[in-house]
């Protein structure tokens, strides 16, 4: 039991972390689209899901710096800020108000358990009887 919920975690953390890409961050956002032209980083995307965000919402999330030099420049001739380079990932804003579908037949599992093996949660044990 121990070795497939250890192997259920692996992939599911593999597949959380996947592959990452260089932004730049500043100000509360990852700007995800590489200098061109004249234009330094552009595009920027929330490093949070805002409110009334839904599951084809996507956002930022920071995974380190860049090691070396790791200064950017935002907006057009780089007058749009400093920022940091950084490595990020783009995520789906997670599920949070569909937690009761998934938590109901899991409660109803733990029941049909419990039921199962004969243990029963609303007696109490007989104490020293």
């Given at each position: 039991?121990?070795?497939t919920i250890v192997l259920i975690l692996f992939f599911i953390s593999a597949f959380y972390l996947r592959s990452s890409a260089?932004?730049?961050r500043y100000g509360g956002a990852i700007y995800i689209s590489s200098p061109s032209g004249w234009y330094q980083w552009?595009?920027?995307?929330?490093?949070?899901c805002g409110a009334g965000a839904t599951t084809s919402t996507?956002?930022?999330r920071y995974i380190s710096n860049v090691s070396g030099p790791n200064t950017c420049y935002i907006g057009f001739w780089g007058l749009g800020?400093?920022?940091?380079l950084v490595n990020y990932a783009l995520l789906n804003c997670p599920i949070d108000d569909y937690l009761w579908v998934l938590i109901l037949p899991l409660a109803a599992?733990?029941?049909y358990m419990l039921r199962k093996r004969n243990l029963n949660?609303?007696?109490?044990?007989?104490?020293l009887a």
């Open positions: 039991m121990l070795k260089q932004g730049c552009t595009n920027p995307v929330s490093e949070t996507q956002y930022a800020g400093t920022g940091t599992f733990a029941i949660l609303f007696t109490e044990p007989a104490l």
